[in-house]
């Protein structure tokens, strides 16, 4: 593993995956019969890190707000509501072939280019080499290939039964959103969150998690009067950035804004600013706020002849509300979390590898370990575990030399280890260490619980 000082270390893509199998974090989706490109499945730590960060970011954008309410749609809706929200006609990346090896990329990413337009990519990949044999003039000419994944509805397949996975959460959120309005009794502004799965059929799966075609999106569509576009724009852009800074604790310095060129915006978007993560593969899209104007709204006006519009009682006015959008991708905040947080230190000329995730995010809380497998240690370590447990994620240990178990949990980031050992059982007294600093203090088992819970809450 690369070493740049102390503290960081940054990972390339192929050690943060490495490490997530090793670790129990991540594992390629049926793996036993090679792997499906662009599915994996989340192991026991992973499961535990990715609940974690979509409670934060629920707690952070659902719950800290009076005025914003969830919501849980079902992954396939009536395929009209992909037509009317334009994702049937234009949810479209640029596709090309390389005629000799007959790989297939996306024209942008060869050309290195953010551009959607199909004649500047063609002038664009002219002297592009295949990133996969070398060849030159090799590619195919740029067409629009639909990232959308089919299937069919019913026991027929027609184009009847024809429908999608949804390729956002957002869709299903306009199309609750009078539902939505009336039952909570919604003034503008108001807004609707949703964290669900979301399928696109990626031409090139890569980079781990950062490009899937199961994906998984934490969506908040905030619904408000056109007038205050300019205003809501900017607080959600910062709500956003301090979510990722404050909650996820990202550090700015790996972070950045990159605002959308005319050629870049998605087909609903009249502004877009992405927010930029200096990733194990480079400086990339982590989340996106985008200013969907009356976009969806007036889309699902006509195409379903329910009318959306909104009347303001404050100051008699009808108007179709404008829509601010913050969007962001869970894997992609996954390995995020996870790139910020792997930390390479030096420890009596030995390396220690630790992942100093925010105590909220750590998947295991507390790792209870006694120091021998004997039976009265493990009866003592065992009560001490029923007690510990039930509220948060607590591990049980016991093989394997001490200092291996530490190492262990600080590899996966375990905030507070618990050793007993056979004092214990006279003083009635564990040992409590620290996992970034690695202190280490005396606690009588009597106070564990309530100490633990303290520390964890602080
Ligand atoms: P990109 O330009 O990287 O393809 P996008 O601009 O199409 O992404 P959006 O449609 O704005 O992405 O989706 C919102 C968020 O969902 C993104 O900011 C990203 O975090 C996440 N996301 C999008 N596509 C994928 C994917 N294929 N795999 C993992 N996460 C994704």
Redesign the pocket.
């Known amino acids: 593993m690369k070493q740049k000082d102390n503290k960081t270390s940054k990972l390339s893509v192929d050690e943060l995956t490495s490490y997530a199998k090793r670790r129990g974090f991540v594992f390629q989706a049926s793996e036993i019969y090679g792997g499906l490109s662009?599915f994996w499945d989340y192991g026991p730590y992973g499961v535990e890190l990715i609940n974690n960060l979509k409670q934060a970011w629920w707690k952070t954008f659902v719950y800290n707000n009076f005025n914003i309410f969830g919501l849980d749609s079902a992954i396939i809706q009536n395929p009209k509501l992909w037509e009317a929200s334009g994702h049937v006609a234009g949810f479209v990346?640029p596709m090309i072939d390389c005629k000799k090896c007959q790989h297939r990329f996306r024209a942008d990413h060869v050309a290195g280019t953010e551009s959607a337009n199909l004649k500047e990519l063609e002038t664009a990949i002219l002297d592009k080499a295949c990133p996969q044999c070398d060849a030159k003039g090799a590619f195919t000419k740029p067409r629009q290939f639909n990232m959308m994944l089919t299937t069919h509805v019913g026991p027929a397949e027609d184009d009847a039964t024809l429908t999608y996975l949804r390729p956002?959460t957002a869709g299903s959120i306009y199309t609750n959103y009078e539902n939505v309005r009336e039952t909570v009794r919604g003034k503008i502004p108001f807004g609707i969150a949703q964290i669900g799965k979301?399928f696109?059929n990626?031409i090139t799966?890569r980079d781990f998690?950062?490009?899937?075609?199961e994906?998984e999106?934490m969506?908040m569509q905030y619904f408000i009067n056109p007038n205050t576009s300019k205003k809501e724009y900017e607080q959600w852009r910062e709500y956003t950035w301090k979510f990722l800074t404050e909650v996820v604790g990202l550090n700015k310095s790996n972070m950045s804004w990159h605002q959308h060129g005319e050629g870049e915006k998605?087909h609903y978007a009249s502004a877009a600013h992405?927010v930029y993560y200096n990733f194990p593969h480079g400086n990339?899209?982590?989340?996106?706020i985008?200013d969907r104007s009356s976009y969806d709204l007036k889309s699902h006006s006509k195409a379903s002849g329910k009318d959306l519009s909104y009347f303001d009682d404050s100051t008699n006015k009808r108007y179709v509300p404008h829509v601010i959008e913050s969007?962001?991708?869970v894997?992609?905040?996954f390995i995020a979390a996870l790139t910020e947080a792997y930390t390479v230190e030096q420890v009596n000329g030995e390396e220690r590898i630790v992942l100093k995730l925010k105590p909220q995010l750590a998947p295991v809380k507390v790792a209870i370990l006694p120091l021998s497998k004997k039976l009265e240690l493990s009866k003592l370590a065992k009560s001490i575990f029923t007690d510990v447990a039930g509220e948060y994620n607590v591990e049980y240990d016991e093989t394997q030399s001490i200092g291996k178990r530490y190492r262990r949990q600080d590899e996966i980031g375990t905030p507070y280890c618990v050793t007993i050992d056979f004092d214990s059982i006279q003083d009635q007294a564990v040992t409590l260490r620290e996992r970034d600093t690695m202190g280490q203090e005396r606690i009588k088992i009597s106070e564990l619980k309530a100490c633990l819970a303290k520390k964890l809450a602080s």
């Open positions: 662009g990346d956002e979301a696109r990626e799966p998690l950062f490009r899937t075609r994906l999106q969506e998605a992405d990339k899209e982590l989340a996106g985008h969007s962001m991708g894997g992609r905040l």
